[in-house]
């Protein structure tokens, strides 16, 4: 294994250094490892937290500040974060309108941000969680009841995040969240495994020839193995299965997104195929996104999500966004 | 060879397909392989052509946009962009103030970029070209006389880009470029080649716990191959080299870039390295990249490129620009 990290203990906090140094909009607190914007709790304003295992990024740390998240809590690598920590980054951006959890569905994710609501709860800060279950590969799997919470945790931070900058309430911004993750689909394809540093060896194995269709962000098994193929096969593949689940029609969201070890280049003749998928079921790319946005630490492979958009969907996706990883509109 | 293309041979412009696609802010020739802005040519305005072998994205036509690149010409992957295609871009972006080609230093890059130019001067077109030749590693390399170009090539195109749009001349804009190249220094690290997909194999061979120092963008050799190290000696080994090149000190401009195959948690962790060693030495970081920006293709490992900054340097950093890379300030 060769990775550019100090040790295997230490990697988590040392990247959160990292963010410190480069982004002086974020407040950095390393000793509890929750990521907040700069100034603090926007009075009023409802609160957004989210947060689950490292090895995602730039999920959720990368999408703290205006128009997002106000804080994100990073687990270990693949790991979710604890109850404490979730109730420090919930106390910590409470504006007095109450706090909205987004929590991919992780039987970890889920108990642990519960665990924390209850507690916030016990002190007065209304709590209120949207879960995340996007990925139509499979239905339960390795470390979920249910489905998998993927690429459409993104979109939930976004939109929810542009809304809850209006001053919307807490039951409006849990309302949109619940509307967005309702809406999208996902579906994710490996061609290589990723290796975990504390693990020191890959996920799981994958012959020269093998890719592993509807694969988990944690290398968790997906639908089947099958032969190395044609990117516009893939596409199809893993649009097929999004639209067997939610017919596409109308104007939509799209993300390619790669797992961490694809080339960009690889991500756009991807998103052409994927975009004249859409097209052919009358369906249109209104809005998109191609690049690394959840993650699987250096596995190869891409996945794609796709949602719904309504008028009011679209205009809070235009809103402005200012975090390390999204920045558009002002 | 496992990659997400439709062929070896189509990889390009299936990209440029997917690239046209997702971003309606570029008009994207897939004849001529050149990506413009949409709205064409700014009247009065220089304009900036930069291009090269693909493989490296988002470089270069990631970068097109407003207060950045007119016009890129991505070439075949590794491969130059031929002279046609430099003139077809210049002739498409010339507002009648003359055009900047920003080019990296590789011998067939200069030769093309040079005939275009000439070319473009017999029809009246004014053209002046800014060399980046950023990287310390090594004085001459398999594909260059003297140094190679690498990430210094993103502050060129972005500083002299913003100096453009406030209707700089010629002379002015490509003074600037000059100098933030003239500022600015470049270390690689490889952990792994890549493999280009016409070759399907890897570009060089790397055992289990070797790494190869002063890595080029196309996998050309660097300085040495070595043992694996902690990131904490691997940044100091990249900072020793740039440092010793040009001693650091006052604000800095700094790129920690990933190679195309490294997940985004180890450059923040190389990052808080590269922040230390600045601090370390009396500089500062006070501007950044973390991501990638300048790629090759699949490869592991990062490079770090670091512009000393003066406050012309720092106010046209910091002005807005708008491309699917890049974005922010407006």
């Known amino acids: 294994m060769k990775k550019l990290i100090n040790s295997a203990d230490s990697v988590v906090t040392d990247a959160l250094a990292g963010m410190a140094e480069a982004h002086p909009g974020l407040r950095v607190d390393r000793d509890n490892k929750v990521v907040y914007r700069r100034q603090g709790p926007t009075p009023g ?25 106000d804080a994100a809590c990073p687990g270990e690598i693949f790991t979710s974060p604890v109850p404490d920590q979730v109730m420090t980054a919930t106390q910590g951006v409470d504006g007095g309108a109450g706090v909205l959890h987004i929590v991919k569905n992780y039987t970890g994710d889920v108990m642990n941000f519960e665990m924390a609501a209850e507690l916030c709860a016990e002190e007065g800060i209304e709590v209120t969680s949207v879960l995340v279950n996007d990925d139509v590969a499979v239905k339960d799997s390795l470390y979920t009841a249910g489905r998998r919470g993927t690429g459409a945790t993104v979109f939930v931070e976004k939109i929810a995040g542009a809304l ?16 967005v993750n309702t809406l999208s689909r996902s579906f994710g394809v490996a061609l290589s495994p990723c290796t975990v540093p504390a693990a020191g060896k890959p996920t799981f194995d ?27 096969e893939l596409a199809r593949i893993a649009m097929d299965a999004v639209h067997a689940d939610l017919p596409l029609s109308g104007d939509t969201l799209v993300m390619v997104n790669g797992m961490g070890g694809t080339p960009l280049i690889e991500l756009y003749v991807v998103f ?32 794609v999500t796709v949602c719904r958009l309504t008028d009011e969907l679209t205009r809070l996706w235009d809103a402005p966004v200012q975090t390390p990883a999204l920045r558009w509109g002002r």
Chains 1, 2 share one sequence.
């Not at 809850?164 to 509307?179: D, F, K, M, N, P």
């Not at 195929?273 to 891409?302: C, H, W």
């Open 45 to 69: 304003k409802v609160g957004l937290v989210s947060g689950g295992g490292s090895g995602h990024e730039p999920l959720h740390a990368g999408f703290v500040g205006y128009g997002m998240l």
């Open 164 to 179: 809850a900058e209006t001053g919307a309430s807490l039951a409006e911004v849990a309302r949109i969240g619940g509307q």
């Open 206 to 232: 994958l012959s020269d020839n093998e890719i592993e269709l509807g694969i988990g962000i944690h290398g968790e098994p997906g639908r089947t193995r099958a032969p190395a193929a044609p990117a516009r």
């Open 272 to 303: 052409a195929e994927v975009a004249a998928y859409l097209r052919e079921k009358g369906a249109s790319p209104t809005r998109s996104l191609v690049g690394n946005y959840i993650t699987s630490l250096d596995m190869q492979g891409f996945s």
